[in-house]
Nanobody, 124 residues
Framework: VQLRAYGGGLVQAGGSLRLSCAASGRTLSSYVMGWFRQAPGKEREFVAAISWRYGSTYYGDFVKGRFTISRDNAKNTVYLQMNSLKPEDTAVYYC??????????????????WGQGTKVTVSS
């Protein structure tokens, strides 16, 4: 599975961004697609994930209703809609794929494929 993440950029606090992750190479019906982020000097952190087959979702505790993960079957693309952004959301965001139909993992080492990352900067 090849993943390409894009959509990052500079946004003011309180603003919104939508990240996209285009997938290719294999059918995604047996994968869970996830978003992680990594700020400078910090460990990679789970943001959200979605079961491609069932559409079930799971979010990191810090999201608190601000982010929404979704998928577009026709485009083989996963989205992360981020609203009410805060300076502490500044990080490189990565999309990843985990071979699972329904079980959603939140730890990076469970994921088999990774995109290159897209940088999000939130100014105060």
């Amino acid at each position: 599975v090849q993943l390409r993440a894009y959509g990052g950029g500079l946004v003011q606090a309180g603003g919104s961004l939508r990240l996209s992750c285009a997938a290719s190479g294999r059918t995604l019906s047996s994968y869970v697609m996830g978003w992680f982020r990594q700020a400078p000097g910090k460990e990679r952190e789970f943001v959200a994930a979605i079961s491609w087959r069932y559409g079930s979702t799971y979010y990191g505790d810090f999201v608190k209703g601000r982010f929404t993960i979704s998928r577009d079957n026709a485009k083989n693309t996963v989205y992360l809609q981020m609203n009410s952004l805060k300076p502490e959301d500044t990080a490189v965001y990565y999309c990843a794929a985990h071979h699972s139909i329904a079980t959603i993992e939140s730890t990076p080492w469970e994921y088999d494929y990774w995109g290159q990352g897209t940088k999000v900067t939130v100014s105060s």
